[in-house]
């Protein structure tokens, strides 16, 4: 692909010597391991186990283990993503605003310019500026979709489009999808291999500890994920707990119960005095504008509760973020707005 760097095209990645030789393995005296260790954290993770909880988690997304990619979190794909095509002082991203911090963060560790497009007034996406903003040095595109901290998600046919008419890579987090109605990108990734789609265990799956996110794309593109990775990325605890989790996990239920409060909650707080403005929520958490918002925020840091202050993020004036919690936790925060 001409969009990679072209030290990264040409990267021999680190191999060991157990991924080198496929047989039973007996005695192993390869890495310098402590042979008394007790269970089996002494040795490397193996390529296997990583490799059954990436079928697993095909297997769950109806997907091909081979366009799966995961990650420390979807923190380290995001910044993967410019370490495998932006080449440092010379390309640029394009991204929308306001949106996750993360990009910029990972922009300027790999010292690549940024173009940032305000979304609409009603935090609507404005294709023709993002393509527009795009250069011969463009090779990334970020729409967080839903959006983080606006909550609302985009049309995957209008992402689609989008990336039909961008020479570079697009980027679609969709670490909230879960929460959404308004369906993914990955429908339509055999049709635009230009996409690259995040997505986490951290917010539906509930296992934001244990940092696991996935990036799905076109084989080529993960297996140029898989070259640039640090070799053990994820460790053994967390390739095993992952298994365990998935397999006697309550996401459906648990997301029914997110998204109906998410809709109570909403609800009543559009009916408080000193809320200006309950945004449409297509993820797990509300941005609510109030009249005051730096007095709400002290006030329920008080209370023990603390939420997101967004106020003085563009677009966002007068707003704070609220992720919905448990009925319980949800009901206390209106009684005290209430006050
Ligand atoms: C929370 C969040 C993530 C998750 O990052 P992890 O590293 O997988 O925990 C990714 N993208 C967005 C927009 C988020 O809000």
């Known amino acids: 692909m001409q969009l990679v760097r072209p ?39 193996t390529a296997a186990l990583r490799e059954q909880l990436r079928v697993r988690v095909a297997q769950m997304k109806q997907l091909p283990p081979d366009s799966l990619f995961l990650g420390n979190g979807s923190d380290e794909a995001i910044d993967l993503c410019f370490r495998i095509f932006c080449r440092p002082g010379v390309d640029n991203a394009v991204m929308i605003s306001p949106t996750y911090g993360m990009y910029q963060v990972a922009a300027d560790v ?34 967080c979709s839903p959006n983080n901290p606006t909550a609302n998600a985009f049309r995957p046919d209008v992402l689609a489009d989008i990336a039909g008419r961008f020479h570079g890579v697009l980027v679609v987090d969709e670490a909230y999808v879960d ?59 967390t390739l095993q707990t992952a298994l365990r989790m998935l397999d006697d996990s309550d996401v459906l239920s648990q997301v029914q119960l997110i998204r109906s409060e998410r809709d109570r909650l909403s609800a009543q707080l559009t009916g408080l005095p000193g809320v200006v403005r309950v945004y449409p929520s297509d993820a797990n958490f509300l941005l609510v504008r109030f009249e005051h918002p730096g007095s709400v925020y002290r006030r329920l840091l008080e209370a023990g509760i603390i939420v997101r202050d967004r106020s003085h993020v563009a677009g966002c004036d007068g707003c704070l973020r609220i992720t919905v919690g448990t009925p319980e936790e949800n009901q206390q925060l209106i009684s005290i707005l209430q006050q």
Do not use: W
């Open 179 to 237: 929460f959404s109605d308004k369906g993914s990108v990955i429908s339509y990734l055999a049709d635009h291999h230009n996409i690259i789609v995040l997505q986490t265990l951290s917010k539906a799956y509930g296992l934001a500890g244990l940092r696991v996110g996935l990036a799905v794309a076109h084989p080529d593109i993960i297996r140029l994920f898989n070259n640039v990775k640090y070799p053990y990325n994820i460790g053994t605890d």
């Open 7 to 45: 030290n990264i095209a040409g990267l021999h990645p680190y191999s060991t010597a157990r991924e080198e030789y496929t047989g039973e393995l007996g005695t192993l005296l390869d890495a310098n391991e402590n042979p008394f260790g007790q269970g089996g954290l002494n040795r490397y993770p």
């Open 110 to 143: 790999n010292d690549v310019a940024r173009r940032e497009v305000l979304l609409d007034a009603q935090f609507g996406l404005p294709t023709d500026q993002l393509l527009a903003a795009a250069d011969d040095c463009t090779r990334l595109m970020f729409i």
